[in-house]
């Protein structure tokens, strides 16, 4: 027997709260009306450099100490930047009541992305997880014309897999977000800001097809922002999202995002792949907080990010970034926001067209070890960086190298440029470590370095980063 609680979106809830939507807690709250939007850099999701060609700048904060699974070494705080982005998760400080789950409205971006004509049709196949006697299906979407795909057969697919996720605290605190289904055993993926922040003896629970079902952590990973749940109690007939190739997408592909924004569960949206291996720097979170050490510094989640302009608002968190044949691209994660420098209207606190996903093949590394381990590994080549000044060719200019590190054996020194990363531009050391931080520990990745004005590329085989 499954554990089951009623649905808590319903219309009356919506109806009896359209009045109180502002929500509470410790991520960024939307400004009243009337009034400048302000962004706290310390509750902000996302603090971005940006490098241009042609401008004198000042050495950036060293990304690849920052991050232990670069290095190892000292800690730092990124500097706050006028482009922010925010966490996709709802909090909120105050009780609810019940059934009611419907918090904040924001004003909504232009949907982009044409839904086409032609037919589509479905492909049901039965997945049999390891060491599972349930059985799950798994739809592939087949579309009779690629080029104009149709996009309500992929929402009504996909969406079956897609969870909404309260997680409620012994002190009234809640946090709305999204999940994927991965398996037949019952595993969701989502962040991990989603699920921690509110304490550890918070009760979780998932509805999947408007059913709910207690559900419990089995791993997370702040390096990442990403975590793993597994319902209580699951159904046989449950809908798995299938991964694709995230290596393979293309700027301009068009994807559709499905999710829980606001408390708005089963709410899709359409664009396209805006940029990919965009650097996304966000707070790494906890149990109960940021990850903070005794440096002073906060440690970050440093993301080679998909970039989108399908529209995806606070509650999108966790939920599932997805192709025309309906199987998982990303995860979103995190939205930009401009601070009240760049615009003075309130009405922009929201989707302004710039969200940001974790790469599926990143998610399934990660998940994979979450499930097996209860925690996950992260690459390292062992060095420190800065990001150049002045004029000339971006990149990140290696400041120390570790002795004995993946990079020192490659041969890496002091003062070398690295420009690429497995022919992936590097413009900063934050997207040094970004693009780092996407291979696999063990895997070869290929340095692209200039050194006294030649450029050649060094082959760095990766290596487990301490915890």
């Given at each position: ?160 897999a897609v969870a ?48 709910a079902y207690d ?252 915890r």
């Amino acid at each position: 027997m499954s554990t089951q609680n009623p649905n808590p979106w319903s219309r009356e809830a919506w109806q009896q709260n359209s009045n109180s939507f502002t929500p509470q807690g410790p991520y960024p709250q939307q400004p009243q009306p009337g009034q400048p939007q302000q962004v706290n850099a310390q509750q902000a999701y996302f603090g971005q450099q940006a490098s241009r060609p042609g401008t004198q700048q000042q050495p950036q904060p060293d990304y690849a100490q920052q991050e232990q699974a670069e290095t190892g070494g000292a800690q730092e705080a990124p500097q706050p930047s006028t482009l922010q982005a925010a966490p996709l998760a709802l909090t909120s400080t105050q009780p609810t009541k019940p059934r009611s789950r419907v918090a904040g409205i924001v004003a909504l971006a232009v949907l982009a992305g044409a839904v086409g004509g032609g037919g589509a049709g479905y492909g049901v196949a039965t997945y049999l997880g390891s060491g599972q006697t349930g059985a799950a299906t798994t739809t592939q979407i087949v579309q009779a014309d690629g080029s104009h795909p149709d996009w309500a057969t992929v929402a009504q697919a996909a969406s079956k897999a897609v969870a909404s996720i309260t997680v409620a605290a012994a002190n009234g605190s809640e946090s709305l977000g999204s999940g994927v289904v991965i398996d037949a055993a019952g595993h969701i993926v989502t962040n991990n800001h989603v699920i921690s922040g509110v304490g550890s003896q918070a009760t979780i629970t998932v509805v999947l097809d408007n059913v709910a079902y207690d559900a419990t952590v089995i791993g997370t990973d702040s390096t990442t922002d990403l975590a793993v749940l597994q319902l209580v109690d699951p159904p046989t007939d449950l809908n798995v999202m299938s991964f694709a190739d995230s290596s393979s997408l293309a700027v301009g592909d068009e994807v559709m995002a499905i999710g829980n924004p606001l408390g708005l569960d089963d709410t899709v949206t359409t664009g396209i792949i805006s940029a990919l291996n965009r650097p996304v720097t966000t707070e790494a979170v906890t149990d109960n907080s940021p990850v903070s050490h005794s440096s002073g510094g906060t440690d970050v989640v440093v993301t080679a990010a998909i970039q989108t302009n399908a529209a995806i608002n606070p509650g999108n968190s966790g939920g599932a970034l997805i192709n025309s044949s309906g199987e998982l691209v990303g995860i979103t994660s995190s939205i930009a926001t401009l601070s009240s420098g760049q615009s003075s209207s309130s009405s922009e606190s929201g989707s302004i067209g710039l969200g940001f996903a974790i790469p599926a093949n990143q998610v399934k590394y990660v998940a994979d070890q979450l499930i097996a381990t209860g925690s996950a590994q992260h690459p390292q080549i062992g060095i420190s960086a800065q990001d150049v000044t002045g004029t000339g060719q971006l990149g990140a200019e290696v400041t120390n190298v570790t002795s004995g590190s993946p990079a020192a054996s490659a041969g890496v020194q002091a003062g070398d440029l690295i420009t690429a990363v497995d022919g992936n531009p590097v413009t900063s050391t934050e997207s040094l470590v970004a693009l780092v931080r996407a291979s696999q520990v063990g895997q070869e990745i290929t340095l692209t370095v200039q050194r006294n004005g030649q450029s050649s590329d060094v082959s760095v085989t990766t290596t487990a980063a301490s915890r």
